[in-house]
């Protein structure tokens, strides 16, 4: 079945850096465009980055623009996202999502369970 | 960007009541709207998509309707395990996506 497995969170210094990484499951990853969507504490739904399903088109959400970025390697069925000059206000779980299109309705039908990056001196 | 505003931010409701939450968009969006719901330490999950169109397994209580601006999400008659917070998001400017706030439906 459809599983994606995020991994990479952790604590980290405000300036710092870390990677999270999605690995995918049960599916042809390559076919499908991937998003991070992250939930600070006690907070609601952010979209963060996206990708389309051959590696091109990254979009960003402006608060992580020019500090995280979003990479796949299809090889080995993995989401990835590079973050750097990390800030308190990063602090979050942090999910990747597929994305599906059916009927040209966009939609995000599979998460991870979500991994967590905490900022803090 | 498109703003997504959700109303009410929180509802009580007793099993069996019926219940309904709205989402307006900033703009037109036609039906590129989605709703999700989400328990406490678990992943978002996906109830309907295209305003109206419910994802496979999910129960039949739930309903979606709206086009343009205004949305609503209903549930017939709220089950034990419905109460959880419930999204909305925007596809409309995809891959430029954005969630609603988020309404929390408890146990009155």
């Known amino acids: 079945q459809v599983q994606l497995v995020e991994s990479g969170g952790g604590v980290v210094q405000p300036g710092g850096s870390l990677r999270l990484s999605c690995a995918a499951f049960?599916?042809?990853?390559?076919?499908?465009?991937m998003h991070w969507v992250r939930q600070a504490p006690g907070k609601g739904l952010e979209w963060v980055a996206s990708?389309?399903?051959?590696?091109?088109?990254?979009h960003y959400a402006d608060s992580v623009k020019g500090r995280f970025t979003i990479s796949r390697d299809n090889s080995k069925n993995t989401l990835y996202l590079q973050m750097n000059s990390l800030r308190a206000e990063d602090t979050a779980v942090y999910y990747c999502?597929?994305?599906?299109?059916?009927?040209?309705?966009?939609?995000?039908?599979?998460w991870g369970q979500g991994t967590l990056v905490a900022v803090s001196s | 960007d498109i703003q997504m505003t959700q109303s009410p931010s929180s509802l009580a409701a007793s099993v069996g009541d019926r219940i309904t939450i709205s989402c307006r968009a900033s703009?037109?969006?036609?039906?590129?709207l989605n709703w999700y719901q989400q328990k406490p330490g678990k992943s978002p999950r996906l109830l309907i998509y295209?305003?109206?169109i419910l994802q496979s397994g999910v129960s039949s209580r739930f309903s979606g309707s709206g086009s343009g601006t205004e949305f609503t999400l209903s549930i017939s008659s709220v089950q034990p395990e419905d109460f959880a917070t419930y999204y909305c998001?925007?596809?409309?400017?995809?891959?430029?996506?954005?969630f609603g706030q988020g309404t929390r439906l408890e146990i009155k």
């Open positions: 999502a597929r994305e599906v299109t059916d009927q040209w309705l966009e939609h995000l039908d599979y």
């Open positions: 049960g599916f042809a990853f390559s076919n499908y465009g």
């Open positions: 990708l389309y399903y051959d590696g091109s088109n990254e």
């Open positions: 703009q037109s969006i036609s039906d590129y």
């Open positions: 295209g305003a109206s």
């Open positions: 998001q925007q596809t409309y400017s995809t891959p430029r996506i954005t």
